[in-house]
């Protein structure tokens, strides 16, 4: 397992350098004028031709292709993003300041994501071609065929605009102005976690409320897919000769089923499940869009409609570098679940 492990975590620094390669090349597709404005904070600088100039050879953007790529990686090791003119402050404070509010939607969508399709696929198998099955076979392929956003429109017609429970946004106006004007202490940036640290359970239920609905629609076509493969997963090993084993030995059918087939069947599950809930930080822009929910898909959706370059290019180096790290732990994780893997 050591072994699978090492050649696991040799092989983190030459991916990312291959996706930064890839980013930057996208970047220098665009011309030193346009590459400038992602880290001028007024655009009128551009309008001066020797100021413009002087800047770009400054920041190299009229280097070659080789030189430029190193003074740009250079300057993505000491997080100098560039500006965000949608943001209005520099990419990095953006980030820092947006980050915990898709973390925590992501967060909460986890737990239906994995408990509801991990549950649902075990009971689909168990009760194979059953009415329960068919039932659960049609809420997963609805679930799986809906895009995002039409569903979450739905949730928004249905849930705020009919019957106004869930509103959009993150906070209502005045739980804003408590939390941004008064003495509330941010000691983690999640709205929730610091309101329950601050012991104001008004604030909780409010940024609670707000986070229902997006966490409903970023979840359910999310665990819809985890279902299906749990159950495929489910049966396949329900067919096993040592299920068939068990059952002709007289153990009981839960123990059978939860004890020896549901461990077996969740190894290649946790793998995808893993990789699911980390591809759902790069999928939260059309959920947050939709409900005006200020994290960063919201903002990169914002930052695209503006051309706002350097916001575009820095939301695709961050989320790409969140797949490839959190596929290392997903990897060495499976070493630590699949027993063949240790064996290797």
């Known amino acids: 397992m050591l072994s699978y492990m090492i050649r696991r975590i040799l092989l ?35 309008k001066n031709p020797k100021a413009a100039e002087r800047l770009i ?19 993505m090791a000491h997080f100098d993003l560039g500006w965000s003119q949608t943001a209005n ?47 659960i076979r049609v809420t997963a392929i609805i679930g799986w065929s809906l895009p995002s956003f039409i569903f979450g ?24 102005d408590i939390v941004y004007t008064g003495n509330f202490v941010s000691y983690t940036h999640l709205i929730t976690i610091d309101a329950l640290l601050n012991g104001n359970i008004p604030i909780f239920l409010d940024a609670l409320r707000h986070l229902i609905a997006p966490i409903i629609t970023l979840s ?36 059978v089923i939860h004890l020896h087939a549901k461990r077996n069947a969740l190894i290649p599950v946790a793998t995808i499940a893993g990789m699911m809930i980390i591809g759902m930080m790069g999928g939260v822009m059309i959920t947050e869009t939709v409900f005006t929910y200020p994290g960063l898909g919201f903002w ?14 820095s939301f695709a180096l961050l989320f790409s570098t969140i797949m490839v790290i959190g596929n290392l732990v997903v990897d060495l994780s499976y070493a630590l679940i699949d027993p063949r893997v240790r064996l290797e």
């Not at 050879?57 to 300057?75: C, F, M, Q, T, V």
């Not at 980050?99 to 986890?110: A, D, H, Q």
Request: charged letters at 15%; proline letters at 5%; glycine letters at 6%.
């Open 153 to 176: 429109l739905l949730i928004l017609f249905i849930f705020y605009g009919m019957l106004g429970w869930f509103p959009p946004g993150r906070l209502s106006s005045w739980a804003q």
């Open 300 to 313: 990169a959706a914002q930052s695209a409609q503006q051309l706002d370059y350097g916001t575009v290019i």
């Open 89 to 135: 402050q520099s990419v990095s404070d953006a980030i820092k300041q947006r980050f915990p509010v898709t973390l925590e939607l992501v967060l909460y969508s986890i737990i239906p994501v994995v408990l509801i399709g991990i549950w649902l696929g075990v009971i689909s198998a168990v009760h194979h071609n059953d009415m329960i099955d068919q039932a």
């Open 220 to 255: 359910y076509i999310s665990w819809a897919f985890l279902l299906r493969i749990t159950r495929s997963s489910m049966l396949d090993t329900l067919r096993k000769d040592y299920i068939r084993t068990a059952r002709a030995k007289g153990v009981d059918e839960q123990t």
């Open 57 to 75: 050879a400054k920041y190299h953007l009229d280097e070659p292709y080789p030189l430029g790529y190193i003074n740009w990686l250079e300057r």
């Open 12 to 46: 983190l620094p030459i991916i990312l350098i291959g996706v930064t390669f890839l980013i930057f090349s996208v970047f220098s597709l665009l011309s030193p004028m346009e590459r400038l404005a992602t880290y001028v904070r007024d655009p009128n600088t551009l």
